[in-house]
């Protein structure tokens, strides 16, 4: 079956646009490569991209010719007329380098460098706004991944002997290069995800949604909240920036700020990527505490159990202070 796209708009003219058909063979082609990925265990976001960027590339050059691909890619602009981003020409060349590695045609991948961009950690207000809107299922779900900083696609791939509910515990497998960790959940964040397992049993011993089902729901929450709250703000932020979000939270809270701490906590292999993700936190705020007393060791390890750290103790009264970020 042919599968007929949009083909470009020719430069200079306001004709309409007309459809291009992909031939049968690249059209199988393209199936054949998007099975091998899969076989590979890329997710299924980064298939359909693969798969987008395939057909986008086979509108306009012959997908068997690496240099009429290269050429292309070099040269091709938005509807606005302005040359692709670097990181756009990196996605259609990586997608191409899949095609080419199961065709079994040879080519030297260019590269072209990416811009410095400051990656977006949103506020906690604004996090939270898009949270508020969500089904109760859903608040789990994403509750979670802004307190252990995980991956939809990791969310996803847990399974049921991956969880301890009883002591709030989750292991969660690393991909797309992060290591793989185990997290001790919040109280409220446990009991949360007891109440989840509850009501929501796991299919195929996965209790989670797969990432697609995650990342569009947060994409129809976030247009709800806007749309409600009417703040614009709120359809910039991406399900993947609650990694963002968790790893910035993480590292405003600890009691001396520690960039090793939070590569383990995103279980980032290199500090580099780190540190990257630092550039964008805004750390100059002045930062409020919550107090807590604890008058015996049980009080106390429920604050520390909580997210409270130890300031001092030793009045006469017995007591021990406990603070906590807000």
């Known amino acids: 079956m042919v599968t007929r796209l949009r083909a470009p708009k020719q430069q200079n003219t306001t004709q309409q646009e007309e459809l291009k058909s992909i031939s049968q063979e690249t059209d199988a082609k393209i199936a054949t490569t998007l099975i091998k990925c899969k076989n590979d265990a890329l997710t299924d976001i980064t298939l359909n991209h693969i798969e987008t960027a395939l057909r986008q590339l086979a509108q306009y050059a012959n997908l068997q010719d690496p240099e009429d691909v290269k050429h292309y890619i070099s040269v091709a602009t938005t509807k606005t007329k302005k040359q692709l981003a670097s990181d756009t020409k990196n996605r259609l060349l990586y997608a191409y380098s899949k095609f080419c ?14 811009e410095h961009k400051i990656p977006l950690i949103p506020t906690t207000k604004n996090v939270n706004a898009i949270i508020d809107n969500a089904s109760h299922k859903y608040v789990t779900i994403f509750t979670m ?36 960790g185990t997290y001790k959940l919040k109280p409220q964040t446990a009991e949360m995800l007891r109440q989840y397992l509850a009501h929501y049993p796991p299919i195929d011993k996965h209790p989670f949604p797969s990432e697609r089902a995650i990342c569009q729901v947060w994409i129809d929450t976030k247009k709800r909240a806007s749309k409600r709250l009417m703040n614009p703000d709120l359809l910039k932020i991406e399900c993947r920036n609650l990694r963002n979000y968790s790893g910035a939270q993480y590292y405003i809270h600890l009691p001396v700020r520690d960039p090793w701490k939070v590569m383990r906590h995103l279980r980032h292999k290199k500090l580099q990527t780190t540190l990257h993700y630092l550039e964008g936190m805004d750390l100059d705020e002045d930062p409020t505490y919550e107090h807590r007393i604890a008058l015996d060791v049980k009080q106390a390890c429920a604050y520390i159990d909580e997210g409270y750290e130890y300031v001092t103790g030793n009045y006469n009264d017995g007591g021990k202070i406990f603070r906590k970020r807000k």
Do not use: F, M
């Open 101 to 114: 590695k199961y065709q079994e045609i040879k080519w030297q991948r260019p590269y072209y460098k990416n």
């Open 145 to 180: 991944l802004t307190e252990i900083g995980c991956a939809p696609h990791e969310l996803s791939n847990v399974t049921t002997k991956d969880i301890n509910a009883e002591t709030g515990e989750i292991s969660i497998q690393g991909v797309k290069g992060h290591a793989s």
